[in-house]
């Protein structure tokens, strides 16, 4: 009796143990997805982080992130398809300061600012500034372009639907955590500053004029 007994037991204590880690993976792919989720879904008037740390960067009291030059971090890798369908590598502007704005048709905070954008990258498009949208959360592009019409968007956007792109931001620099989002970069393809929330064409010019007159 003992004997047959032995194997039922085991078998038992088996299947408990594919049972507790089948409830892990799910515990830890959850977990995961929230993270991912709790970065590209936020569309509103966006935070600020503070400087602390090893982070070297200062927000001021309008919410906008600075570096100083010598502490900045490189952009990522940030290329692959607009959503004109065309190949876009961020890191062949190079030599130009680059405003990235993260956004989505469906986001109305990105609608309030799309006409400063709009106006403000035809005005500095002969001075060594390019604007690069990252287009993110639209599950076609047929919206995204229709936005762009709209509102007489002429500079290119990458298209992430998922957040990919997104992601490749290093934790603790300044990296996009709120849709919309714009970071400048300066023409070493750094990481000048940020912002968190949908911009006035002042709060627009007053990140981008800076790195312009840098040296």
């Given amino acids: 009796m003992s004997a047959d007994s032995a194997p039922q037991r085991s078998n038992r204590t088996t299947r408990a143990d594919q049972r507790t880690r089948r409830v892990r993976r799910s515990a830890a792919l959850t977990a995961s997805l929230a993270a991912t989720a709790l970065l590209v879904t936020a569309c509103g008037s966006g935070g600020t982080s503070g400087g602390g740390g090893n982070t070297n960067f200062v927000t001021g009291t309008d919410g906008v992130a600075t570096v100083a030059q010598g502490k900045r971090t490189p ?9 004109a369908g065309k190949t876009l590598d961020v890191a062949d502007y190079k030599g130009k300061v680059v405003v990235l704005n993260v956004w989505g048709s469906w986001c109305n905070p990105c609608r309030a600012e799309a006409k400063y954008f709009a106006k403000v990258s035809k005005a500095y498009a002969g001075k060594g500034v390019q604007f690069v949208g990252i287009n993110t959360r639209d599950t076609s592009t047929g919206a995204a372009l229709a936005f762009e019409k709209d509102w007489g968007i002429t500079y290119p956007s990458l298209y992430d639907p998922t957040g ?13 955590q709120a849709i919309p989002s714009t970071l400048i970069l300066d023409r070493d393809g750094k990481i000048a500053s940020r912002s968190l929330s949908a911009l006035s064409e002042e709060r627009l010019l007053k990140m981008l004029k800076p790195v312009v007159a840098e040296k």
């Fill in 164 to 176: 990919k792109l997104l992601l490749r931001f290093k934790k603790g620099t300044l990296n996009p």
């Fill in 75 to 83: 952009a990522p890798d940030l290329s692959g398809k607009t959503i």
